[in-house]
Every structure is written in C-alpha cells, then in structure tokens.
C-alpha cells in the first residue's frame, strides 16, 4: 500500500486557494509497516478550536518557521512527540479552509514504526491509529451539500470504534485515496448539477 502511496503521490496536483487567510499545517503520519496505519490525535477538550475533535498533528505558522513543513514538524513534535528524524515527507496535498478561517496544508509522511509518541496534555487528549484499509474499505457518510467560501462540499465522517472523523481531517484523507488509491468518493459538489447535490 505504501509503495503505491510513494509511486503515486508525486503525479499529485495541486490546486492553490485564493483566499487571504492565516496559514496553518498539519502532518498526515502513516505508520511505515505491512498493514499502514494513520496516526491521528484527539485534541484536549480544552482547546479554544476544535476542542474534543479527532485531528491531525499541526497548527499556525509561527513567524520563525521558514516554511509550511518545518510548521506541520514543529507541531507534530510539540503536539505527539513524533521527532523529525522518523518521518520521511513524500509531499504534500491542497491546501483547505478551515471553518475557523485558517488555510491548512496537510503534507504527507511515512513514520517509522519505531517512532515514540507522547501526547502534549495540554493540547492533546489522546493520540490513536487507524488501518489504513479501514479508509479504503469504508464508505464515508456525506452530509447534504453546503456552501463554504464560494464551493459546494458534503462534509465527510468516518466512525472507528469510538471516534468520529470528520470536517477537514475526514477531506484530507478523502483527498489522498481519492489521488492515490482511485477511490472515487466526490465530496467537492462544486458546479454539478442541481438534483445531484441532493
């Protein structure tokens, strides 16, 4: 699964997003072994944004990053203790918005399976993962279309064991097996016709 996600990622295309919005990162860890696993946190229900929410490892660009990546590094490194020497970046996807008026870059790594991890407590509530098959061999449930910054998306939600993942999170992960698994879930509604956005 992995060798295709290296084969396949390169051929991405990205599409940029003309909005004038603070920046953010996040890091999409898959777990380097024969069954891949996401690594995926719960952010501490004392957060001011997306309190109790399942998540990527990231956040704001602070003024110091240089770029996007050392952002989703930093962060993952502040947020799970994942250290940058057990991850190797294969790229990264579009960028998104977030309902709280942040552009997210998500970028994609592979994580070596001996990589320790230890949750921030005053950020993140619990860190799990989840099989990847289990993104490829589950239909997602898609909300009625809504408009959000002049597009029309059904907002995705996976549910594993006790988790819900949703929102952006749910959008980055459809996004990568869409590119690179051809999974075919459309969740971008934007311009179809009518009686298909139903």
């Known amino acids: 699964m992995l060798d295709l996600l290296r084969q396949r990622l390169p051929d991405y295309q990205r599409t940029e997003l ?3 919005l ?10 380097d072994a024969p069954d891949p696993r ?19 490892p990231g956040g704001k660009r602070d003024p110091g990053d240089r770029n996007l990546l050392m952002t989703a590094l930093r962060e993952s490194h502040e947020e799970v203790g994942l250290e940058s020497r057990y991850v190797d970046v294969l790229g990264q996807l ?5 309902r709280y008026g942040m552009k997210v870059t998500p970028f994609v790594g592979i994580v070596h399976p001996d990589a320790p991890l230890q ?3 005053g950020e993140i509530e619990q860190i799990f993962q989840v099989p990847l098959r289990f993104f490829l061999e589950e239909t997602p449930e898609l909300s009625s279309p809504i408009d959000f910054f002049g597009r029309r998306f059904r907002i995705p939600s996976y549910y594993y ?10 959008f980055m992960i459809l996004e990568l097996i869409n590119h690179v698994y051809d999974a075919g879930i459309q969740f971008d509604v934007t311009g179809l016709p009518e009686e298909d956005n139903i």
């Open 94 to 98: 579009s960028p998104v918005a977030s």
């Open 18 to 20: 003309p909005l004038a």
């Open 161 to 170: 064991e006790d988790k819900r993942i949703w929102g952006l999170t749910a």
């Open 38 to 56: 996401v690594i995926l946190t719960v952010r501490s229900s004392s957060m001011p944004t997306h309190a109790g929410e399942v998540a990527f």
């Open 119 to 121: 949750a921030e407590p």
């Open 22 to 31: 603070p920046e953010a990162a996040v890091l999409m860890p898959l777990v």
